[in-house]
């Protein structure tokens, strides 16, 4: 069985670009969480979908975005990106039911120049 | 507000010992807890859970206990191996909500 995969791997962007990151979830599962991980702040929630609908969302700027597929894949979108916004970005896959596992992708490796 | 908390940044234990890592949370709505290991640059490592109902649940070498009305949980790892040395997070969730709230982990060393 696939596990959640996460593309690009890793990636460089400039200061005031875009960027769409991507995730596969485990096949079956229809909930897609996003988190980030910086050295300072730790993994922080960014938001969930679920059966294509946002179902929480964490404490971060409207620039930060999702949307999630009728085939349960996900893709963020950060804009007008800071030099802040480098991180690692985690995708995670769930069943969506409460007290299941929850599984985590590699990761996007972004960095902000 | 940090709402889970790992208060050891770092620990060192020999090979074949005990490994025990502690978690604390504040948040009573909490129901279900996970462990999660994680190298650097790659995404973190589902361990074991255990829900808010039960005191102990136990995987190989790994268990874990949650104390409720301490509002404690800890993983022991036994017996530890060199390939046990990475970060540990514990991480929370309010039922019926996906959204993990994760401590600030602990680095665990084993020492051969």
């Known amino acids: 069985k696939a596990g959640v995969t996460q593309t690009p791997r890793y990636l460089i962007k400039t200061r005031g670009q875009q960027v769409t990151l991507s995730c596969s979830p485990i096949s079956g599962h229809r909930s897609v969480s996003w988190y980030q991980q910086t050295p300072g702040q730790g993994l922080q929630f960014l938001f969930e979908?679920?059966?294509?609908?946002?179902?929480n969302k964490g404490n971060f700027p409207g620039r930060f975005s999702g949307r999630q597929f009728s085939n349960s894949r996900s893709e963020m979108n950060v804009s007008t990106l800071e030099l802040g916004d480098s991180a690692l970005y985690l995708c995670?896959?769930?069943?969506?039911?409460?007290?299941?596992?929850?599984?985590f992708g590699e990761g996007s490796w972004l960095t902000v120049v | 507000d940090q709402q889970v908390k790992q208060n050891s940044p770092s620990l060192s234990v020999q090979e074949g010992r005990i490994s025990i890592l502690n978690c604390d949370y504040t948040?009573?709505?909490?129901?279900?807890f996970l462990w999660y290991k994680k190298y650097p640059a790659e995404g973190p490592t589902f361990l074991i859970s255990i829900s808010s109902i039960k005191d102990k649940n136990e995987d190989g070498r790994f268990t874990v206990f949650l104390n409720k009305s301490a509002k404690h949980l800890s993983l022991h790892i036994v017996p530890s191996q060199p390939g046990d040395s990475a970060v540990y997070f514990c991480?929370?969730?309010?039922?019926?909500?996906?959204?993990?709230?994760f401590g600030t982990g602990t680095r665990l060393t084993i020492i051969p």
């Open positions: 991480a929370a969730i309010v039922g019926g909500n996906e959204k993990l709230t």
């Open positions: 948040n009573s709505m909490f129901d279900y």
């Open positions: 979908y679920f059966s294509e609908t946002q179902r």
């Open positions: 995670a896959s769930s069943p969506g039911n409460s007290g299941n596992t929850i599984y």
